[in-house]
């Protein structure tokens, strides 16, 4: 069996993405899309389009419902492969197929089912974060890259002190629930991030607690929750349904684990790769590196 088949990764995803309705993978894309540009470092589609114009072969790894991946062969002449452990990839064919250059194959970024030093560009955007060993993983996607070829890979960031312990702690009981019991898990988490935004209140701390993770300053109630003490996403634009499939993502797969910039220089250094980009948000690292 394959390892992300093996570690139930596979079931978390397929879960999510076969509860997503057309009208929130629309949402969901436009929303990623953005926000991929402002990670990665572009200032708009157009930049990308530049920076995709050289390439002749594209993986898109952990592609999921597939937009990404459309969008390069939508802008390119590039082949633009999207892979992914879960039968999202049907999905992704049914919402996207159709152009010549575009192509999405099921299987196991750990174990890729292609040849070494073919891919001019290879994206994982919050993939392998997923994966057993991240590390590992990203030296594997590595090994996959043409001479010239750019490795981008965002991933999540370690948090402030008490939010880790909450993560490791919760996740470990939800990341142990049936797919329904972890949907009404996530539901009522989505729930309380809504109340708490609803609230549009904020405090004002003149002292910050470094030990906490917590800066001196106005802090809005739902943002200072969220960030550091407990993982509970609400976003009005999203909308209720992908606001809860977020939640569910963070809480129901095996493997989530979080980084450090140092980390994400050190994989990059170790595979031979130098850095072009790197953007870090609370949220997470977004690394560009080239293999020159
Ligand atoms: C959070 S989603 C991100 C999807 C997409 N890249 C995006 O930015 O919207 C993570 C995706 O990675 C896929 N994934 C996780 N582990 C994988 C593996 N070992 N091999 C292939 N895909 C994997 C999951 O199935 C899921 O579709």
Redesign the pocket.
């Known amino acids: 069996m394959?390892?992300?088949s093996a570690t139930g990764?596979?079931r978390s995803?397929?879960a999510?993405?076969n509860m997503t309705p057309p009208e929130d993978r629309r949402r969901?894309a436009a929303f990623?899309q953005r926000w991929?540009l402002e990670r990665f470092g572009f200032a708009d589609e157009a930049a990308l389009a530049d920076h995709l114009a050289c390439r002749g072969l594209v993986l898109?790894?952990?592609?999921?419902?597939g937009?990404?991946a459309a969008r390069y062969a939508r802008l390119s002449s590039a082949h633009v492969v999207g892979?992914?452990?879960?039968d999202?990839v049907d999905i992704a064919a049914r919402d996207f197929g159709g152009p010549q250059n575009l192509h999405f194959v099921q299987?196991?970024?750990?174990t890729p089912p292609f040849a070494p030093a073919i891919f001019d560009l290879i994206?994982?955007?919050?993939?392998?974060h997923?994966?057993t060993d991240c590390a590992r993983?990203f030296a594997t996607l590595a090994t996959l890259l043409a001479p010239g070829g750019e490795l981008a890979v965002y991933v999540y960031r370690r948090k402030a002190l008490i939010r880790e312990l909450a993560d490791d702690h919760v996740r470990a009981l939800t990341s142990a629930m049936s797919v329904a019991e972890c949907l009404e898990f996530s539901e009522a988490i989505t729930e309380l991030g809504r109340a708490l935004s609803d609230l549009d209140a904020t405090v004002a701390l003149t002292r910050g607690i470094p030990l906490l993770g917590i800066p001196a300053g106005e802090h809005h109630v739902q943002r200072l929750l969220y960030w550091c003490f407990l993982k509970c996403f609400w976003n009005e634009e999203l909308g209720w349904h992908s606001s809860v499939m977020t939640n569910f993502?963070w809480y129901h797969?095996p493997s989530a684990s979080r980084h450090t910039e140092q980390e994400v220089r050190a994989w990059c250094m170790s595979a031979g790769l130098a850095v072009v980009h790197l953007g870090t948000t609370l949220s997470g690292i977004s690394v560009r590196a080239r293999r020159n």
């Open positions: 394959a390892p992300g990764t596979d995803f397929s999510k993405w969901l990623q991929f898109d790894a952990g592609t999921g419902l937009y990404d892979l992914d452990i879960t999202s299987g196991d970024l750990e994206v994982a955007d919050q993939v392998i997923h994966t993983t993502d797969p």
